[in-house]
């Protein structure tokens, strides 16, 4: 219970930290009490999606209810950068200077960041994963499609090393030279995708998500490392309300 307390201390004097930085940020959301998931909607009025939009994220994933589909190939065309790694007292996200692209279909997306959430949003048939990456682009008409990747615990995951072994503080953020995002994507391409929302608020919708069906190991060490700083920061799933699940081929 100490911890958890402490955690939320952590969380409060984060927020209040922040302050007008962010704009969506001035009512203390987080994922327990009064700020958590189910009070998101009454926080804010500018996050009123949260109870009243039918397409929310994060969702179960059932393998047997999707339908298979000829969906376009995600054409990663992903570059080496720098990357500025932020504790916003969320979550860590990770942001990226301009030039790494998601080509789905004829519609490419910029990628503006990523983040973590422990356990994992999405489920694959109710299953939980120890943590996921949502990598978040935007079109040049201002369109949100994220592509989540699922970590399993197995082999220390190189790519993310200098990311998970020296997190950085709540509300602060540290440079790291050079990082490559494509590194963080399993062999396997193939992809659930599902009209959703931000699963954080103001759970905006009209997001298109791109969930990769193979998982990426992390080692139990840097899962740890991870859920220190954030032991549960996952919005439980919503429904579908008659959305289709398509699956690639
Ligand atoms: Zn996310």
Not at 107 to 121: D, N, T
Request: aromatic share 8%.
């Amino acid at each position: 219970m100490k911890r958890v307390f402490a955690f939320s201390a952590t969380l409060l004097a984060t927020c209040v930290m922040l302050g007008n930085a962010q704009a969506d940020d001035h009512a203390h959301w987080g994922y327990e009490g009064a700020g958590g998931p189910e009070h998101w909607a009454e926080l804010d009025p500018a996050n009123a999606a949260c109870r009243a939009s039918q397409q929310q994220s994060p969702v179960d994933i059932k393998a047997g209810e999707s339908q298979r589909a000829a969906l376009p190939t995600l054409d990663f065309d992903y570059k080496s950068s720098s990357a500025d790694v932020v504790n916003n007292g969320h979550t860590v996200q990770v942001n990226l200077p301009a030039g790494s692209v998601l080509k789905v279909g004829d519609v490419s997306a910029e990628l503006l960041q990523f983040h973590f959430h422990a356990p994992s949003e999405e489920r694959f048939d109710g299953k939980t994963y120890p943590m996921d990456a949502h990598l978040v682009h935007k079109t040049a008409d201002g369109k949100l499609s994220v592509v989540a990747v699922l970590f399993e615990e197995g082999n220390e995951n190189q790519a993310l090393k200098p990311i998970l072994s020296a997190l950085p503080a709540a509300g602060k953020n540290h440079a790291i030279e050079a990082f490559d995002p494509a590194l963080l994507l399993p062999s396997d391409r193939t992809y659930y995708r599902f009209m959703g929302s931000l699963t954080t608020p103001p759970c905006s919708d009209g997001v298109s998500w791109q969930v990769l069906r193979q998982p990426v190991e992390v080692s139990k060490e840097q899962i740890a490392a991870f859920r220190a700083l954030y032991p549960m920061n996952a919005r439980p799933v919503q429904p579908l309300n008659g959305r289709v699940i398509e699956v690639s081929h």
